[in-house]
């Protein structure tokens, strides 16, 4: 019973601290809050290629401290 509460908190808790990530690439993806413009497609490319620069990131060894510095 104990794992399963935990694995259901998981989870909940899978999403938590990507909003500014979510944020950062519907804007640079070209979606305005003001609504009414924008581009699904522009969107998906941009965060095909902030996972493109995450992953490089996190390839050539840059520690997670200064990783959050520099992608936030």
Known sequence: M??????????LDSGMGLE??????AIIGGITFE????????????????????NVINIVGVSAYTQQILLV
């Open 2 to 11: 104990d794992t399963l509460i935990n694995k259901q908190k998981d989870i």
């Open 35 to 54: 609504g009414g413009r924008g581009s699904i497609v522009a969107a998906f490319f941009d965060v095909l290629l902030l996972g493109v620069i995450y």
């Open 20 to 25: 500014i990530q979510a944020l950062a690439a």
